[in-house]
């Protein structure tokens, strides 16, 4: 799903001063943008869902350009719930482009796949000469009050390729509720990390000595061809998550050369 | 090849005897047990169907199956950086390339052709040599047939999951070989039924647990 299909265009520049402003966007239901602001790091930006959350049918997409030499976060508000779909699944899906010299963080919040949930998730990450991006995906199963129950089907894909189009990584996962149960798995994480700010000296010791302090059980590995670094999460509940994904973002956000 | 000619060779081909390097990897295993999360072979009989219905059905079975159907250097080569891109733990790639590698010594050391081309694609650089479609070529090259070709590559690793739960001591050798007929239904089923349009893979526990074992001390095995 691209071009036109999008609900959600944003392209970010720079302006002489070195500021990062959003240059354009194009912002369509469900997608609500809060107005963005200058953090000390760069311009942060706050991204709402109007709607309830993904339902059958529901086809969204999301394109976003960092511009050469922009910094930019981008973050949700809340977690997207995925509702029962007995009749459709819903797609979403989100390509980032990051421009020579731009330091794009993608920090959107856990996906809730209620009982009957079937969805299917894609990230496309370009990365051209010299751009740093940082992103994180995460899931987790909720009964909504129904013990036994479980979601359908998720089918989730995260490709990362440099501007030539080389394939550099592919985390491609289909999984369904009943099997994550009897695995055992509450809640998934994902945090990857590509460019060279993710080759920063022993970044991987740091990442992996922090992500352990929420208790989560978690492993930091690099990427294929060393063009980055992932970090893989189980936690026990969304909150285990959330400090581990913080705990990784502050130990970032502290490195040399930082992507943040 | 006869169907005794075609049994004997797959026979001989995931024989323990066969120097293919297998005994080096635990996939995982051997961190799980160090952090408590596998301690007894209900554990490893656990372990191994995930690997074998999370990962080798999805992922591994269907660039086995391409690598075998193509005699092509450039379709080759692209198999295995989509499986370099795919597999995301450092010591998942290395631990596959060191497999691939070692299968493609041993068969280039018997003559197969297509063992002696993928060597060169590894040596020119235009390939790592992952096992899966190592596997997949050497063994076509040999004149496998699918069906036996894809049999025994599950079967290696079930077997390899085996080995490495004996050498750590949390089964026997017979709780092993029990472990080892309980996933032969496991096998039967996945090739029963048709290999996923595209390979995917999720097994997020053994993947960490590699990613682990790159910080482990005491290491008995490469992964």
Known sequence: ??????????????????????????VAFPFHLTRPFDDGHGLF???????????????????IVAGEGTRVTIRTQGATIAHAM???DAWQHVRLDAHPGSRLVWQPRPLVLFPGARVRTSL????????????????????????GKHFTSLQSETVVRADDGTLMALDRARTTGRDLACAGVAV???????????????????????????????GVSSLPGECGLLVRILADDGAMLARAVDDVMTAVAQCPRSVL | MTDIRALLAALRMGDSAFPSGGFAFSWGLETLVEDGKVNDGAGVLEFARGQLRNRWATADRVMARRAAETRCDEEWSDLDRMLDAMTLASELRSGSCQAGRALLRAHAGLGNPAALRWRRLVAEGRARGHLPVVQGAVWAGSGMTMAVLETLSAWTLASGIAQAAIRLSLTGPLEAQAILAEV???????????????????TPLADIAVMRHERGEVRLFAN
């Open chain 1, 1 to 26: 799903m691209t071009g036109d299909d999008r609900q959600l265009a944003l392209d970010f520049a720079r302006a002489p001063s070195g500021r990062t402003f959003l240059k354009r966007q194009y």
């Open chain 1, 188 to 218: 998934h994480g994902t945090i990857g990390l590509v460019g060279g700010g993710a080759a920063a000296p022993g970044l991987a010791d740091i990442l992996s000595e922090a992500v352990m302090l929420s208790g989560a059980y978690s």
């Open chain 1, 86 to 88: 007995p009749a459709d």
């Open chain 1, 124 to 147: 496309e990450v370009v990365v051209h000469d010299g751009a740093d991006v940082m992103w994180c995906d995460a899931f987790l199963p909720h009964d909504a009050g129904d013990p």
């Open chain 2, 184 to 202: 032969t239904d496991d096998i039967a089923g996945i090739l029963a039924a048709p290999p996923p349009d595209e390979p995917h893979a999720f």
């Open chain 1, 45 to 63: 930006v706050i991204l709402q869902s109007l709607g309830a959350g993904l339902l059958q049918g529901d086809r969204f997409a999301a394109g």
